[in-house]
Nanobody
Framework: EVQLVESGGGSVQAGGSLRLSCTASGFTFDDSDMGWYRQAPGNECELVSTITSDGVTYYAPSVKGRFTISQDNAKNTLYLQMNSLKPEDTAVYYC????????????????WGQGTLVTVSS
């Protein structure tokens, strides 16, 4: 059974940093494409960043230059380092795997974690 458990969320002031972690089990982590998504209250799901099994990364324009996705295959853990946080980054952040569709829409992945809340105050 695929399991994804996010952690590292919290409250931070604008300009601050957080590192999210996603601990994975139940599948071959280093052979899998992974993604981070977020959903703010009242908003639709939004793609934040992805990393392929070959290590190719993608960032949404809104986070490029501020966020960094990485993974530690020895620990089966995906990370999202978030710097220069803005109030508009406030959302529940989810990690996902089991890529079904290459468009990386919010339906693109088949397995999701429970999410971790990030709150950025001004």
């Amino acid at each position: 059974e695929v399991q994804l458990v996010e952690s590292g969320g919290g409250s931070v002031q604008a300009g601050g940093s957080l590192r999210l972690s996603c601990t994975a089990s139940g599948f071959t982590f280093d052979d899998s494409d992974m993604g981070w998504y977020r959903q703010a209250p009242g908003n639709e799901c939004e793609l934040v960043s992805t990393i392929t099994s070959d290590g190719v990364t993608y960032y949404a324009p809104s986070v490029k230059g501020r966020f960094t996705i990485s993974q530690d295959n020895a620990k089966n853990t995906l990370y999202l380092q978030m710097n220069s946080l803005k109030p508009e980054d406030t959302a529940v952040y989810y990690c996902a795997t089991d890529l079904l569709y290459s468009d990386y829409s919010c339906n693109a992945f088949g397995a999701w974690g429970q999410g971790t809340l990030v709150t950025v105050s001004s």
